[in-house]
């Protein structure tokens, strides 16, 4: 919570308590779909513009790698 309060304060140039006090749900949701964005693009890039690598669980891994053993 802190830290979406010091996002709003630096994205509108006001004190902290400011925020806290003229803030609206309107703002915070503003902020955080900005900074959601703001995260994929960043991932994007720095996975070459490629999507995400799927989490795999444990099982599903194993599986896979009995299939390409029996392939072998």
Wanted: no cysteine; aromatic share 6%.
């Amino acid at each position: 919570m802190i830290m979406l309060v010091d996002t709003l304060s630096e994205r509108y140039g006001i004190l902290p308590s400011e925020v806290m006090t003229r803030a609206t749900t309107f703002d915070v949701f503003v902020a955080d779909t900005a900074i959601g964005y703001r995260n994929t693009v960043q991932e994007r890039a720095m996975n070459g513009d490629k999507k995400p690598t799927p989490k795999l669980s444990e099982q599903t891994m194993l599986a896979a790698m009995e299939r390409v053993r029996a392939k072998s």
